[in-house]
């Protein structure tokens, strides 16, 4: 009565013909849907006595921008409206929390390694809001007036309902274990509830949101910040397009062979012939008009060899290390007082060019050695 019937089926990875046979047995479909949950919730474990709403409301008043400031979640399409009366109901989840929690636990059903057989929706979150203010790992019921559910908080309630994969806890114990920065042990709990919601990125600004402790508390965004770099370092997490996320056993393996290449100077120098061939290759950059009267095709060379062989005014391109360019670029000019017809371009290489250079090649013998495992299968 607590979840779409295929939902679960799909969850438990039951055969489809057993779905087909049970739905056949009854004549009306009935879909009792999970819209109300957070009415629910706050009447039968958050509703306030009439004495505590006054100071409630007063919170809220004094606090209002700090909470609008801190507390909103940004790049997602949830209703993150916070206003004094949602507030208090709900108090101490923020309003969008409760959905936030029902998306996390229904994403984590699906991850591989978690307990195959989760309570409905309903159920786990009125249970987790009952157990948020009386659990010893939690204790919010004797917090100060002010304290807010954060992620980490909901982390340790699933934890010990056996809803967290193995893998996954097995992980933030070693960030707990490895990182002295208790900031660093928060954010990993955030992040691994956060890769089970489709919809909410994991930018250092949403993960400090979920973390927000208090009412009245100031931002945590550069406190996250510091500890994600901390555990970016630790090969903990890694930045992709969705936020960051924790690095599993495989990736950490693929990450530590993949920083143990390093280019020779003969992978470098091949590397930039190919990007420097792919540049001329655009028609506007092989040709120069000179005063809209001709237009003369350059012969493109790189540090001696040719490029491009076709063309009318030789361009030769010099790449020199930072520490050289001095010297290179006084051999260049006495160079070019004798060569009246050549182009002469000294490119130096900075750091950060090396280092593009050097995360190019990696990432190419990287899909190399893929392409080797695919062909034999």
């Not at 919010?140 to 304290?147: H, N, S, Y």
């Not at 992620?151 to 309630?157: G, Q």
């Amino acid at each position: 009565s607590q979840e779409k019937l295929n939902e679960v089926v799909t969850a438990l990875d039951s055969k489809k013909i057993e779905l087909a046979r049970l739905q056949d047995r009854f004549r009306i479909t009935v879909d009792l849907k999970q819209a109300d949950i957070t009415e629910v919730t706050a009447k039968r474990v958050l509703a306030k006595k009439d004495g505590v709403v006054p100071s409630l409301e007063g919170l809220y008043n004094h606090n209002e921008g700090r909470i609008k400031d801190s507390c909103m979640l940004e790049r997602t399409a949830r209703n993150l409206d916070i206003n004094k009366h949602e507030f208090v109901r709900l108090y101490p989840y923020l309003p969008y929390q409760i959905d936030l929690c029902i998306d996390i636990v229904a994403g984590l059903r699906l991850k591989r390694g978690a307990h195959r057989h989760v309570g409905g929706s309903n159920r786990t979150i009125i249970k987790q809001a009952q157990q948020m203010m009386i659990n010893d790992r939690t204790r919010l019921a004797d917090a100060p007036v002010g304290a807010l559910v954060t992620l980490d908080k909901v982390y340790e309630l699933l934890e010990v309902g056996n809803l967290i994969p193995t893998e996954v806890s097995s992980e933030i114990a070693n960030v707990a274990a490895r990182l002295p920065n208790p900031m660093a042990h928060k954010v990993a709990k955030a992040i691994a509830l956060l890769e089970s919601v489709k919809d909410l990125p994991r930018t250092p600004h949403n993960i400090a949101v979920v973390l927000h402790p208090s009412v009245t508390s100031q931002s945590l965004k550069k406190e996250v910040e510091e500890a994600l770099g901390e555990m970016e370092i630790a090969q903990f997490v890694r930045s992709t397009e969705e936020g960051f996320k924790l690095l599993t056993v495989q990736e950490k393996t693929w990450e530590t062979r993949r920083s143990g290449l390093e280019p020779r100077e003969a992978d470098r120098h091949s590397i930039n012939r190919e990007v420097v061939k792919e540049i001329f290759s655009e028609p506007k950059l092989r040709t120069h008009l000179y005063k809209n009267l001709r237009s003369f095709r350059l012969k493109i060379s790189l540090d001696g060899e040719i490029v491009e062989g076709e063309g009318d005014i030789p361009l030769k391109l010099q790449i020199a290390e930072e520490a050289d360019k001095g010297k290179i670029s006084e051999e260049l000019r006495a160079e070019s007082a004798s060569s009246l017809n050549d182009v002469y371009w000294l490119v130096p290489v900075t750091d950060s060019l090396r280092m593009l250079v050097a995360e190019y090649y990696r990432s190419r013998e990287m899909v190399a050695e893929s392409d080797r495992l695919a062909a034999q299968q």
